[in-house]
């Protein structure tokens, strides 16, 4: 007696692999809206009025830092995100649910920088570079839902260890 497979194998196994595909390894349709860039203050806060609506991430790119007589790594002190939640329409400073960056920078706050309660406080993102050279390195800033972002307030740290960000790209993605 010969072993029998089930009738409608193939079509199951072509179905689950399918299934697989779409869930797994289509890439993530997010619209991407250039926000310009921005020239930062060396050693204070600059507030930089975005006023846009329906963001899921956003994304921080450096083009340029100030120079400096020695080599020093980058740093940015603080970056606060404040807007609306569609829900919500009073101003707050807006809940992060994930932040990453790109291979040349590294997060030192991460834990603390996201938080799980939405008008909770957190602390700000505090990022530092891992070379000398942190140019065209990415943040990118991740919601739990879509935002209303108002402005972003980036404070640069006003002592001479660390070199400043000049000038940013930014994008965002609804």
């Known amino acids: 007696m010969r072993y029998k497979p089930p009738k409608y194998i193939l079509f199951y196994i072509y179905f689950f692999f399918v299934v697989y595909i779409f869930l797994f390894h289509l890439p993530n349709d997010l619209e991407k809206i250039e926000l310009g860039t921005y020239e930062l203050e060396k050693q204070n806060?600059?507030?930089l009025d975005l006023?846009?609506?329906?963001?899921?991430e956003l994304e921080l790119e450096i083009l340029e830092t100030f120079v400096s007589s020695t080599l020093?790594?980058?740093?940015?002190?603080e970056i606060f995100v404040f807007g609306s939640i569609q829900s919500y329409n009073n101003l707050v400073r807006i809940r992060i649910e994930d932040v990453r960056v790109s291979g040349g920078l590294n997060i030192e706050n991460k834990n603390e920088a996201k938080n799980d309660r939405v008008f909770n406080y957190q602390d700000p993102i505090n990022i530092t570079s891992n070379s000398f050279n942190c140019l065209n390195e990415k943040?990118?800033?991740e919601f739990?839902?879509?935002i209303n972002i108002q402005y972003l307030r980036i404070i640069q740290d006003a002592n001479?260890?660390?070199?400043?960000?000049?000038?940013?790209?930014?994008?965002?993605?609804?």
């Open 160 to 174: 001479d260890l660390f070199q400043n960000v000049k000038i940013i790209n930014i994008n965002a993605y609804s």
């Open 144 to 146: 739990e839902n879509e």
């Open 72 to 77: 020093k790594k980058c740093n940015i002190q």
């Open 51 to 56: 006023n846009i609506y329906n963001v899921k």
């Open 139 to 141: 943040i990118i800033i």
């Open 45 to 47: 806060e600059t507030k």
